[in-house]
Every structure is written in structure tokens, then in C-alpha cells.
């Protein structure tokens, strides 16, 4: 993952990272007495910043801890950036606290999930409004927690069933769910009893079931948590289908508590009379739910999800769900976040077929895509008679409809809608509606954005109304093209986060001009590095026949600024065939010709080369029709192992033999 490129704008006033026990201090002062000089002046900082990770586990928060300083005032947190690259074992922290003067220690505790086990580079940067950015570096080991009790349906383990292992656990304890497919009592209607423990699959939600058997009949759900659960009840790595519920949550119920939920599949549940997947009721504090799959699912008001308010989405995919006798067919919400979010082939027999929103809400990085809905708000809906406020950055809005024809989003009555660096397209007759009486009409604001039809809208700057040109729309590819004006065409003051929806870098410069701007959308355009190629190394020219059985090589040269191990194997194409199989090793030369179509019969240049097989047949397929003695320059595509594309050509001769 390349380092953070934008210019995030942020103060840390005394903070430490806190991550279980103290491994090293390093202290700040102005007057130059410290390990260094600090942040800005002595009347705005304060003196030391204290960083102790020494080891913790993939379920642990991290905690920002000050010190206090000079002056007085509220503390405002607006936000912590998390960039991780789990390959390349690297977490960076870039902390936003906004303008903030206090006498008394403040905290803010962020659960960012679950990382990989290994010991990472650790990089905190604070940016200050008084200096440049202070950044420090350190390594943080992150374990796997031992299980302290398992559960097996076969018996060999501590326990048959789910409920029986979280009676016998204690705050702390991890309960381990091994491979299988649970059914029956014990194993349906959980609930964790207010405890703070880890409840968690032995291999993932693909290996682990929790099938409720649940039907209008027979009433069972997946989890309960009413208990007064906080962000320290973790449910990780499940798949629940079959719940069935005669309110809300047929998965996952929800009621004054704010569990962790991460990694788990929510398939094929319904509910009588609310969300069929999950349900989130007067969260006294904020939840979490990443990295979920939410599908299938049917219930009466919002398919999907209904959260009430306090309820933080990252990473998670929602998708055909269906609100059979009410709005939000994929989410019915308040008060929520969503980050990095799929809402897409969701139905609504009224409002917003993807998400109805009812009270303030945020989306970043958000693609919203193909939903429906009967009445209004194909893709999202803010609800009526409430002085709320939606927020978009950087989402992607596209393909939606609805009966009324706004398909795109559908602001009613007092409630209104901000919408920047965010592309709406083909949301069919409207993108945009409005509703309401003769003194409270909805409220739509659009700056920074590319939308195919500016009706019902207050437009603020660089509203573009031009073709976005995504890769792939029919298949949910709505990554832009080189082409797209979208480009570098945004607002950087909008950016929230600092990585894409790919965990791309938000702010870099795609269109190669020399300045640092935000994309349109939910995804960054990351320009393609060239790389040198040669087909049929250490053959100059090239001939290819079209009847040849055999298989073509075709080499990615290595460089001094290229080391072939870190392309992505899986994700290469020439001419849109994926190859046979690679291997390394050095086989020729980059040529130095730069004249189109120049080659070489150099070898080995002391660079490690990848070499890779295409089955000659299909090469010469996806060419179509041929002339004997042409001349046809082949592309390869593909991405480095962090989501860097990469492009090459070179050229073949056709050989027709034997026509």
C-alpha cells in the first residue's frame, strides 16, 4: 500500500497510542529539551507524546490518550484514519482531532477491527495547523488469542452447543465455534448475557453455520444482545440463515447494546415485522459491523438492516434484499456512518430501495447500484418530517430506479442532503427529487460531482454533467476509466478518509498534471505504471501462427524500479486472456529502441523477469479476423500486488502457413 498523498488537516494535541503495555516513550518539548521539538508553539501544545504498543491482540481497540493542555473547551474527535497493509505487514495512523483546547486528559477509543497476526511497522502521524507533521515509528506484535473454550456438535469439544460455551465463559475468554453446520436448541436465539468475550469461528464464516430453522411457525433467531453489550462483545466469522423473526432482527437483535460484528455472512433470514438481517434499537454507544455480507434476506420494513442510531458499517456488501411491505429494501437507518459500503440489487415495496434514511447520517466511499423501489428514492430516500441531514463524499450512485422515476435520491419534506465528490448516473427519469409543502420542500445541495441531470438540485461548484466512463458498469465495475473527466475533478477540503473504497490512496494526482486532486466516486483512478514487455524473448520480430497448438511466452521485464515478484499473477491479461501459468527467472532485455514495435534479441540484463504462457489459440481468437504478414501490437493488463495497474506492449507478426 503506497503512503498517505493528501493533505490531511488535523491537530494532536498530547496524545498516546495505547495498545496494552508500555514498550517505549518518547517525549516532545518545544524548547528542544525533548527527543524533539514538538508540534508549534508552547502556548497551543502540549510536552510529551507517549506511543507503548508492545503486543496485543487482532480483536483489541486502540486508544488515543492526552495529557491535557493549555486553554479550555470541549473536545471534539472528528476522526482517526487507519491505513493497513496486511501483505506488506504495515499499520499507519493519521489522527484529525480538529481545533481543540483542554486542561483535563481526554481519550477516544477506535475498534478497527480485526488484523492479521504478525509483528507490523507501526507509523503515527499528527498534523498540526502550527508546523509540519510530526511522525513517529515503532512495531506492534498482534497475536492470535489462545481459545479458552471450544464448541464442536460432534462432542469433541468443551461444548455441544454455542449457548452452553458463553454460560461457561468469563469476561475476556475467546469461544471458538470449529467447523460445522449448527442446528437446534443452544445453537439458535444466543445471547451473551451482557459478557465481554470473543465469539468466533475456527475457520470462517464459509465453515461455520448457524442455522436458526426458523419459519412463521417456529420463531428463532440467530444472536440477541439486550444485555447492555458494548463494543468488547465480539461475534466474528459466522454465516446465520434460516432466522426468523416476529420483529425485527431474524440474524441479529439488537437492544440497548452495541456489540462488535465483524466478518459474518447474514443469508436467507426474514422477519414478520421489521429488518431481516439486523437490527440495532437505542445503541447507547456507537457499534461496529465490518467486513459483513448481508443477502437474501426478507422482512417487512428494510430487508436488510434497520439501525436505529449509533451504528458504524465498514467494508460490508448488501445486496438483494427485499422490504416487502414497506421502505429501505437493502437499509432503514438513523443516525448511522457507512464506510466503504455495497448497497446494490436491494427492493422496497415503497421508498428507497437501497437505504431510507430518517435521521443524520454519513456515507463514504460508497457505491449504491441497482436497487428499487416501488414508490420514491430508488437508491436512497430521506425520510419525511425531520430536520436531518445526509451526507455523501465520495460515493457512487448509479443504475437505481423507481416507480415515481427519481431513482437516485429522493429528499422529502424538511430533511435535506449534501452530496460532494459523488457521481450520480442513469438513476432513470431523475436523479434528484424533491418533496414537500409550500414552506418545507427537501433540500438537495451538490458541489464537486458528476450527475447526468442537474433537476431538483441547489448547485454549488463544478457540477460536471458528462459520461463518468467506468470499466465495467454491467458488471458492478464502476472503477473509472482513463478517459473519465471525473478525474482529479473533485474537492480535497470533502475528503474524509484517507484510502478509497480498494484502500487506494484518496488523493493523488491521476491525471498526471502535477497536482495532488480527489477523483469523483467511490474509487480513486490510479494511473497504470508502464512495464516493459516481450513476446517471445530473445526472438526479433515476432512471428506468431495462427495454427499453432502450442503455447505463446510473453515476459514483464524486471527493472531497477520494477521487481516482478510484486505483480499480481491472477489479475494479468493480454488482450484480455489470463495466461496458463508464469515463472520467474532472467530472459531478455528491455529494449532501448524506443520506435513502435522495436525489439531485441538481447538476454539476460541481471533483472528477475516473470514469464508467462498464453494458449496460443486463444490469443489469436480474441484478435479475430487476420491477415497473413500483419502486424498486431498485443496489450497486457494487470495490477501489482498492492492495486497499482499496471500496462504493456509489444508487437507480433501473423504467420498464415499453410493457408
Given at each position: 500500500?503506497?503512503?498517505?498523498?493528501?493533505?490531511?488537516?488535523?491537530?494532536?494535541?498530547?496524545?498516546?497510542?495505547?495498545?496494552?503495555?508500555?514498550?517505549?516513550?518518547?517525549?516532545v518539548n518545544w524548547d528542544g529539551t525533548g527527543d524533539t521539538s514538538g508540534f508549534g508553539s508552547p502556548e497551543d501544545w502540549a510536552l510529551s507524546v507517549v506511543i507503548k504498543p508492545e503486543t496485543l491482540t487482532i480483536y483489541d481497540s486502540i486508544e488515543i490518550i492526552s495529557t491535557g493542555v493549555r486553554g479550555s473547551g470541549p473536545v471534539t474527535v472528528e476522526n482517526t484514519f487507519f491505513?493497513?497493509?496486511?501483505?506488506?505487514?504495515?499499520?499507519?495512523?493519521?489522527?484529525?482531532?480538529?481545533?481543540?483546547?483542554?486542561?483535563?486528559?481526554?481519550?477516544?477509543?477506535?475498534?478497527?477491527?480485526?488484523?492479521?497476526?504478525?509483528?507490523?511497522?507501526?507509523?503515527?502521524?499528527?498534523?498540526?495547523?502550527?508546523?509540519?507533521?510530526?511522525?513517529?515509528?515503532?512495531?506492534?506484535?498482534?497475536?492470535?488469542?489462545?481459545?479458552?473454550?471450544?464448541?464442536?456438535?460432534?462432542?469433541?469439544?468443551?461444548?455441544?452447543?454455542?449457548?452452553?460455551?458463553?454460560?461457561?465463559?468469563?469476561?475476556?475468554?475467546?469461544?471458538?465455534?470449529?467447523?460445522?453446520?449448527?442446528?437446534?436448541?443452544?445453537?439458535?436465539?444466543?445471547?451473551?448475557?451482557?459478557?465481554?468475550?470473543?465469539?468466533?469461528?475456527?475457520?470462517?464464516?464459509?465453515?461455520?453455520?448457524?442455522?436458526?430453522?426458523?419459519?412463521?411457525?417456529?420463531?428463532?433467531?440467530?444472536?440477541?444482545?439486550?444485555?447492555?453489550?458494548?463494543?468488547?462483545?465480539?461475534?466474528?466469522?459466522?454465516?446465520?440463515?434460516?432466522?426468523?423473526?416476529?420483529?425485527?432482527?431474524?440474524?441479529?437483535?439488537?437492544?440497548?447494546?452495541?456489540?462488535?460484528?465483524?466478518?459474518?455472512?447474514?443469508?436467507?433470514?426474514?422477519?414478520?415485522?421489521?429488518?431481516?438481517?439486523?437490527?440495532?434499537?437505542?445503541?447507547?454507544?456507537?457499534?461496529?459491523?465490518?467486513?459483513?455480507?448481508?443477502?437474501?434476506?426478507?422482512?417487512?420494513?428494510?430487508?436488510?438492516?434497520?439501525?436505529?442510531?449509533?451504528?458504524?458499517?465498514?467494508?460490508?456488501?448488501?445486496?438483494?434484499?427485499?422490504?416487502?411491505?414497506?421502505?429501505?429494501?437493502?437499509?432503514?437507518?438513523?443516525?448511522?456512518?457507512?464506510?466503504?459500503?455495497?448497497?446494490?440489487?436491494?427492493?422496497?415495496?415503497?421508498?428507497?430501495?437501497?437505504?431510507?434514511?430518517?435521521?443524520?447520517?454519513?456515507?463514504?466511499?460508497?457505491?449504491?447500484?441497482?436497487?428499487?423501489?416501488?414508490?420514491?428514492?430508488?437508491?436512497?430516500?430521506?425520510?419525511?418530517?425531520?430536520?436531518?441531514?445526509?451526507?455523501?463524499?465520495?460515493?457512487?450512485?448509479?443504475?437505481?430506479?423507481?416507480?415515481?422515476?427519481?431513482?437516485?435520491?429522493?429528499?422529502?419534506?424538511?430533511?435535506?442532503?449534501?452530496?460532494?465528490?459523488?457521481?450520480?448516473?442513469?438513476?432513470?427519469?431523475?436523479?434528484?427529487?424533491?418533496?414537500?409543502?409550500?414552506?418545507?420542500?427537501?433540500?438537495?445541495?451538490?458541489?464537486?460531482?458528476?450527475?447526468?441531470?442537474?433537476?431538483?438540485?441547489?448547485?454549488?461548484?463544478?457540477?460536471?454533467?458528462?459520461?463518468?466512463?467506468?470499466?465495467?458498469?454491467?458488471?458492478?465495475?464502476?472503477?473509472?476509466?482513463?478517459?473519465?473527466?471525473?478525474?482529479?475533478?473533485?474537492?480535497?477540503?470533502?475528503?474524509?478518509?484517507?484510502?478509497?473504497?480498494?484502500?487506494?490512496?484518496?488523493?493523488?494526482?491521476?491525471?498526471?498534471?502535477?497536482?495532488?486532486?480527489?477523483?469523483?466516486?467511490?474509487?480513486?483512478?490510479?494511473?497504470?505504471?508502464?512495464?516493459?514487455?516481450?513476446?517471445?524473448?530473445?526472438?526479433?520480430?515476432?512471428?506468431?501462427?495462427?495454427?499453432?497448438?502450442?503455447?505463446?511466452?510473453?515476459?514483464?521485464?524486471?527493472?531497477?524500479?520494477?521487481?516482478?515478484?510484486?505483480?499480481d499473477l491472477d489479475t494479468i491479461l493480454l488482450e484480455g486472456v489470463a495466461p496458463l501459468r508464469g515463472s520467474y527467472g532472467d530472459v531478455a532485455s528491455p529494449v532501448i529502441d524506443e520506435t513502435e514495435c522495436a525489439c531485441s534479441l538481447e538476454g539476460a540484463d541481471g533483472y528477475m523477469d516473470l514469464t508467462l504462457k498464453f494458449e496460443t489459440q486463444e490469443v489469436i481468437t480474441a484478435?479475430?479476423?487476420?491477415?497473413?504478414?500483419?502486424?498486431?501490437?498485443?496489450?497486457?493488463?494487470?495490477?501489482?500486488?498492492?492495486?497499482?495497474?499496471?500496462?504493456?506492449?509489444?508487437?507480433?507478426?501473423?504467420?498464415?502457413?499453410?493457408?
Open positions: 500500500m503506497k503512503k498517505l498523498s493528501s493533505k490531511i488537516t488535523a491537530v494532536l494535541f498530547a496524545a498516546c497510542i495505547s495498545l496494552n503495555t508500555l514498550a517505549s516513550t518518547i517525549t491505513q493497513i497493509d496486511e501483505a506488506a505487514l504495515t499499520l499507519d495512523i493519521f489522527l484529525n482531532v480538529g481545533f481543540l483546547t483542554v486542561v483535563s486528559p481526554w481519550h477516544y477509543t477506535e475498534n478497527i477491527g480485526t488484523l492479521p497476526a504478525g509483528v507490523y511497522d507501526l507509523t503515527v502521524t499528527a498534523y498540526a495547523d502550527y508546523g509540519p507533521p510530526e511522525t513517529f515509528f515503532t512495531s506492534l506484535n498482534v497475536v492470535v488469542p489462545e481459545p479458552t473454550i471450544t464448541v464442536n456438535w460432534d462432542g469433541t469439544g468443551d461444548f455441544l452447543t454455542i449457548q452452553d460455551a458463553i454460560n461457561a465463559a468469563s469476561d475476556g475468554d475467546v469461544v471458538v465455534i470449529e467447523n460445522g453446520e449448527y442446528i437446534g436448541v443452544g445453537n439458535r436465539d444466543i445471547s451473551f448475557y451482557g459478557k465481554e468475550i470473543t465469539v468466533r469461528s475456527q475457520s470462517g464464516p464459509d465453515k461455520c453455520i448457524i442455522n436458526c430453522q426458523g419459519s412463521k411457525d417456529n420463531l428463532h433467531r440467530g444472536f440477541i444482545f439486550n444485555n447492555d453489550e458494548n463494543q468488547n462483545s465480539i461475534l466474528d466469522g459466522v454465516t446465520v440463515i434460516n432466522g426468523c423473526a416476529g420483529g425485527g432482527g431474524g440474524a441479529i437483535y439488537c437492544y440497548r447494546s452495541n456489540p462488535t460484528i465483524l466478518n459474518c455472512h447474514f443469508i436467507n433470514n426474514e422477519s414478520l415485522a421489521g429488518a431481516a438481517a439486523i437490527y440495532y434499537w437505542l445503541a447507547p454507544r456507537w457499534g461496529l459491523v465490518k467486513n459483513c455480507i448481508v443477502r437474501n434476506n426478507a422482512g417487512t420494513h428494510s430487508g436488510g438492516v434497520h439501525c436505529n442510531d449509533n451504528v458504524k458499517f465498514v467494508g460490508c456488501i448488501i445486496e438483494n434484499n427485499k422490504a416487502t411491505a414497506g421502505s429501505g429494501g437493502g437499509v432503514l437507518c438513523g443516525s448511522c456512518e457507512f464506510l466503504n459500503c455495497i448497497i446494490r440489487n436491494n427492493y422496497a415495496k415503497w421508498d428507497a430501495g437501497g437505504i431510507n434514511v430518517y435521521n443524520d447520517t454519513k456515507m463514504t466511499n460508497c457505491v449504491i447500484s441497482n436497487n428499487y423501489a416501488g414508490s420514491i428514492g430508488g437508491g436512497i430516500c430521506v425520510a419525511i418530517n425531520r430536520y436531518i441531514s445526509l451526507e455523501l463524499n465520495n460515493c457512487t450512485v448509479v443504475y437505481n430506479n423507481a416507480e415515481s422515476g427519481t431513482g437516485g435520491l429522493m429528499c422529502r419534506s424538511t430533511g435535506q442532503a449534501f452530496v460532494r465528490n459523488s457521481i450520480f448516473w442513469n438513476n432513470g427519469e431523475e436523479e434528484f427529487g424533491v418533496h414537500g409543502g409550500s414552506s418545507h420542500v427537501g433540500k438537495i445541495f451538490v458541489s464537486y460531482s458528476n450527475v447526468k441531470n442537474k433537476a431538483n438540485i441547489i448547485e454549488g461548484e463544478r457540477v460536471l454533467s458528462v459520461e463518468p466512463f467506468f470499466i465495467d458498469p454491467d458488471n458492478n465495475d464502476f472503477r473509472l476509466s482513463s478517459e473519465s473527466e471525473s478525474i482529479d475533478s473533485g474537492e480535497n477540503t470533502f475528503v474524509a478518509f484517507s484510502t478509497d473504497m480498494l484502500e487506494n490512496p484518496r488523493i493523488i494526482d491521476g491525471d498526471l498534471d502535477g497536482i495532488d486532486v480527489v477523483d469523483m466516486g467511490a474509487y480513486e483512478f490510479i494511473p497504470s505504471i508502464k512495464v516493459s514487455v516481450d513476446i517471445k524473448p530473445q526472438s526479433c520480430p515476432n512471428p506468431v501462427n495462427v495454427k499453432s497448438k502450442g503455447v505463446l511466452p510473453v515476459a514483464i521485464l524486471g527493472s531497477d524500479v520494477l521487481d516482478v515478484n510484486d505483480i484478435l479475430g479476423e487476420l491477415v497473413d504478414e500483419e502486424m498486431w501490437m498485443l496489450s497486457l493488463t494487470g495490477y501489482l500486488k498492492d492495486g497499482t495497474p499496471i500496462e504493456g506492449a509489444d508487437c507480433i507478426i501473423i504467420k498464415k502457413k499453410g493457408k
